[in-house]
């Protein structure tokens, strides 16, 4: 199984900073690596496919990068809305899996 | 637009039965693999099962494997899972979502439906 380690579990971020997600594979994936957005109480959101991929209608200040073992979610300029928590996927190898996810707060 | 609504969830005693339902619209629905993911209360998200677009080709996590069944009604654009011998730890919002051609990638999720496991 392909373990997906998000970091930090938790950050807690002023409006307008830029905040980056992290997400490392147990083995490598390729690109295989996706990035969705949940708010409380609402089903998650694709906001990044195949580690870089833009998805229209999200923000373009949300963009991922990386690719093997070791990826990233990079939030530029942070806004109120963003305040959820953040998911990476991998679907390169059954079992799917998720990484534990990453809670962004708004100070 | 691509809407996904699932329905059936509830309550239901260990060792219970449930069949949740996942009515698509906005798309081509045979055209693409489906998937049920999970997520416990205050957890995680879990990946259960997909289906290819034929419906020829299932997957299973470990951990329903065995008990639940998933399928595909195409010509009723409807997504099914069967799930038997229900445990505590089965208790979850189930979340029905679309994939892509020939990929389980998760493009769009239904609102879920929430089943509880308990006595």
């Known amino acids: 199984e392909i373990v997906l380690t998000q970091s930090p579990d938790f950050q807690s971020v002023t409006p307008k900073e830029k905040v980056t997600i992290t997400c490392r594979a147990s083995q490598s994936i390729g690109s295989g690596l996706h990035w969705y957005q949940q708010k409380p109480g609402q089903s998650p959101k694709l906001l990044i496919k195949?580690?870089?991929q833009s998805i229209s209608g999200v923000p373009s200040r949300f963009s991922g990068s990386g690719s093997g073992t070791d990826f990233a979610l990079t939030i530029n300029s942070l806004e109120a809305e963003d305040a959820a928590t953040y998911y990476c996927?991998?679907?390169?190898?059954?079992?799917?899996?998720f990484g534990g996810g990453t809670k962004v707060e708004i100070k | 637009e691509v809407q996904l609504v699932e329905s059936g969830g509830g309550l239901v005693q260990p060792g219970g039965s449930l069949r949740l339902s996942c009515a698509a619209s906005?798309?081509?629905?045979?055209?693409?693999?489906m998937n049920w993911v999970r997520q416990a209360p205050g957890k995680g998200l879990e990946w259960v099962a997909s289906?290819?677009?034929?419906?020829?080709?299932?997957y299973y996590a470990d951990s329903v494997k065995g008990r639940f069944t998933i399928s595909r009604d195409n010509s009723k654009n409807t997504l099914y899972v069967q799930m038997n011998s229900l445990r505590d730890e089965d208790t979850a919002v189930y979340y029905c979502t679309k994939g892509e051609v020939g990929a389980t990638m998760s493009d769009y999720w239904g609102p879920g439906t929430l089943v509880t496991v308990s006595s």
């Open positions: 906005g798309f081509t629905f045979s055209t693409y693999a």
């Open positions: 195949y580690a870089s």
């Open positions: 289906i290819v677009g034929s419906g020829v080709t299932t």
């Open positions: 996927h991998q679907t390169s190898g059954l079992p799917l899996t």
